[in-house]
């Protein structure tokens, strides 16, 4: 179910740990990567891979809010709207990706381009609101720049 690439990573991943069961946080990441989220197959592929069961693959997984369980978008929005972004407009911005793009908090948008997920603090709060599109950070957003960024994401 792996593609050859991340079968290499996995073996070079499983060299750095003592057991298998140690390596499942970045195998469960790789999975996560290459399948877009971790599925009933995903986790039944770092199971027979690392040869754990897979109830502990899962178990795992569950776990940690950063492995998703659901599909997701092909980019993923994490907008804070905790206090300084509140304060500041993060709110409206919510409002705007529901209108614009048809996304809800935690939802994908119809098209399948824009996972939301609403964050707590990101560590912005003095040049706020702030967000990260995948792995890259924005902050100063409104409206505008907000739309100009996404632009970049098809
Ligand atoms: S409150 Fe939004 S980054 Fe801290």
């Given amino acids: 179910m792996f593609n050859e690439t991340s079968i290499k990573e996995i073996e070079e991943i499983r ?17 996560q990567r290459e399948f877009g989220w971790l599925s009933p197959e995903a986790y039944e592929a ?17 776990f940690y809010a950063m492995y998703k369980q ?21 709110e409206k911005l919510v409002d705007f990706l529901k209108s614009k793009y048809g996304i809800e908090p935690g ?9 939301l997920v609403i964050m707590e603090c990101i ?5 706020a609101p702030a967000m ?19 632009g970049k994401y098809q």
């Fill in 123 to 127: 560590g912005a709060c003095g040049t």
């Fill in 70 to 90: 659901k599909p997701m978008g092909r980019h993923l929005i994490q907008l804070c709207t905790n206090v300084s972004c509140m304060i500041l407009g993060a």
């Fill in 132 to 150: 990260l599109v995948n792995d890259n950070f924005y902050e100063n957003l409104d409206k505008k720049n907000l739309e100009e960024i996404l």
């Fill in 107 to 115: 939802g994908m948008s119809p098209d399948g381009r824009f996972s």
């Fill in 46 to 62: 770092v199971a027979d891979l690392l040869n754990v069961p897979k109830a502990t693959a899962r178990g795992v997984g569950t």
């Fill in 15 to 31: 060299t750095k740990y003592p057991n298998s069961r140690a390596a499942l946080l970045p195998v469960l990441y790789v999975a």
